[in-house]
């Protein structure tokens, strides 16, 4: 099958032939029919901290029809359109079992998605319900991570709410933030490039950072925010957030960031700021998002900027570590 095939850090990703995979025990074999490029790939293919040896298919956020299962799959069929999460655990511990296998103790994060055909555990895989296709099944991913941030930061209806980033996951956070009754939903970017996404995705109003950005929140927000999102991942953006949040309030780390940080610890415990530290999603949320899908006002959907093939893969890969217009490239490996 073609995949497209991670060589070695700092090296664009290749197209190649690679073996294709088949659904061991337990196991179902996916026709992959989009897989959504991740912020976090971009990382892995940059950053030894990920351990990628050279070799691998990446990819993890995909959708796809199952052609083939394993000994022991009693739940999916041929035929069957799934979403994909890429959480893999031992599938008997106390984790697994509550349906959290991010916190599984031999948790592994699994890619695949970049190639025409991937095989995982069943467990792993929720069939999409009628109406939702697999073009759209492949935004389970990223909406399961922000939709676990907003309940880890447990945010009540009436929230003010400032988003730092808007990168996918930033607005996937202002869809779900602005979906469960938060009042303001003020997304913050370094650049302008996304401001119309943002609002179609429920953000009550967009603000270019500069110097006067405190202020402008206040007035946006009728008031310092009650909770800010940290969504980029950078060093010292933990530490402007406790700057920005309200006395008490909240601020939530959904960045990915791999290098050490500092934070200003006197103006954290003076304002009691609450930090809340949030990865991955468990399945209920994961289902959860598979359902929002079908959300008419604010559709999820306004996320897809740009869908490619597999040969157009790297050099669109290459393309988002700069800031473009670009928010969530699919790669549809059917194509072309």
């Not at 490039?193 to 202020?215: K, N, W, Y």
């Not at 920005?244 to 960031?257: E, I, N, Y």
Request: aromatic residues 6%; proline residues 5%.
């Amino acid at each position: 099958m073609k995949a497209a095939v991670f060589k070695a850090l700092g090296q664009p990703l290749c197209l190649n032939e690679v073996a294709q995979p088949e659904a061991g025990r337990g196991q179902v074999l996916l026709k992959v029919c989009r897989c959504g490029i991740c912020g976090s790939d971009l990382h892995m293919t940059e950053d030894a901290t990920f351990g990628l040896q050279g070799g691998e298919v990446i990819g993890h956020e995909f959708s796809g029809e199952v052609i083939d299962v394993g000994a022991g799959v009693t739940h999916l069929k041929p035929g069957d359109h799934v979403s994909a999460a890429p959480l893999k655990g031992c599938g008997t511990c106390p984790a697994c079992l509550r349906g959290e296998p991010a916190w599984c103790p031999k948790f592994t994060l699994i890619g695949g998605g970049f190639a025409e055909y991937a095989a995982l555990d069943e467990m792993q895989c929720r069939k999409l319900p009628w109406g939702i296709s697999a073009t759209d099944g492949a935004l389970a991913e990223p909406l399961g991570v922000a939709l676990h941030g907003i309940m880890r930061a447990k945010m009540r209806p009436g929230a003010r709410v400032a988003i730092i980033g808007a990168g996918a996951i930033g607005l996937a956070v202002a869809f779900w933030a602005r979906r469960m009754g938060a009042a303001c939903v003020v997304v913050v970017d370094m650049h302008d490039h996304q401001r119309e996404r943002a609002m179609q995705l429920g953000a009550t109003d967009f603000i270019v950072s500069d110097l006067e950005l405190a202020h402008k929140l206040t007035q946006a927000c009728d008031g310092p925010p009650e909770m800010v999102f940290e969504c980029v991942g950078k060093p010292g953006l933990i530490d402007h957030c406790v700057d920005l949040v309200a006395p008490r309030g909240k601020v939530v780390v959904l960045g990915l960031c791999t290098a050490p940080d500092h934070m200003n610890s006197f103006r954290a415990i003076s304002k009691e700021v609450e930090i809340v530290m949030s990865v991955f999603f468990n399945m209920a949320e994961f289902e959860m998002a598979i359902r929002a899908l079908d959300a008419g006002t604010y559709a999820p959907q306004h996320l897809i900027s740009d869908t490619v093939t597999l040969a157009e893969m790297p050099l669109a890969f290459e393309a988002l570590r700069q800031r473009t217009t670009q928010c969530k490239v699919m790669v549809d490996p059917s194509a072309g």
